[in-house]
Structure formats: structure tokens, C-alpha cells
Nanobody
Framework: QVQLVESGGGLVQPGGSLKLSCVTS????????IHWFRQAPGKEREGVLC????????AYLESAKGRFTISRDNAKNTAYLEMNNLKPEDTAVYYC????????????WGQGTQVTVSS
């Protein structure tokens, strides 16, 4: 059974940092990309960053460039999204998914983790 479990969200002040984790099971982690996306209330889902199986990274969110970093630890079947200099507009539920490659489709994702940026 494929599972993805996001964690690490929380309430942070503007300018603060968070590191999200995506712990996976039920598939060969190293063979898949990991795609982080987010969804804010009343807004459409938007891609954030993706890391391929060979660790190439792709940014889908212009505002994330220079602030967010994606990484993966294949030994732990875990991917990370490190977010710095957070802004109120980053407030959203963050999800991870595992497409075969960055830009590919995906059908499963976790329950998400809430990130709230507010003073």
C-alpha cells in the first residue's frame, strides 16, 4: 500500500523557517520523483518544487526560488521541503506526491501539513 505522510508544518512568523518532511512507504522510493504542491483556501492547487529520482530539481513556483529547497534521503524513503523567509502568502496546506518523473501525473498524495505564516 502506497503511503505518503507529510509533517513539519505549523505557525511561523513572517521571515521564519520550516522544514517539511514527506515519509513514504509501499513503493521503491528511489525510482520516483517527489513533487511538493500546496493549496490555500479558495485557491487552486499549485506546484512548488520537484526532485527527480536522480536528484534534479525543478521549481514550479517563481516565488519559491531562492527561499525553498527540496531534497531527498533515499535511505530513509523521505523527502524534505525546507522553506526560509516565509511570507503570509505561503500559508497553505502542503502536500507531497510521487510521480514517475517531475512533470508527470500522480494519483496519490498524503493528508498534507498546514503551514500558517502570520504575525
Amino acid at each position: 500500500q502506497v503511503q505518503l505522510v507529510e509533517s513539519g508544518g505549523g505557525l511561523v512568523q513572517p521571515g521564519g523557517s520550516l522544514k517539511l518532511s514527506c515519509v513514504t512507504s509501499g513503493f521503491t522510493f528511489g525510482d520516483y520523483a517527489i513533487h511538493w504542491f500546496r493549496q490555500a483556501p479558495g485557491k487552486e492547487r499549485e506546484g512548488v518544487l520537484c526532485i527527480s529520482s536522480n536528484r534534479g530539481t525543478y521549481a514550479y513556483l517563481e516565488s519559491a526560488k531562492g527561499r525553498f529547497t527540496i531534497s531527498r534521503d533515499n535511505a530513509k524513503n523521505t523527502a524534505y521541503l525546507e522553506m526560509n523567509n516565509l511570507k503570509p502568502e505561503d500559508t497553505a496546506v502542503y502536500y507531497c506526491a510521487a510521480p514517475a518523473y517531475c512533470g508527470g501525473t500522480y494519483e496519490l498524495w498524503g493528508q498534507g501539513t498546514q503551514v500558517t505564516v502570520s504575525s
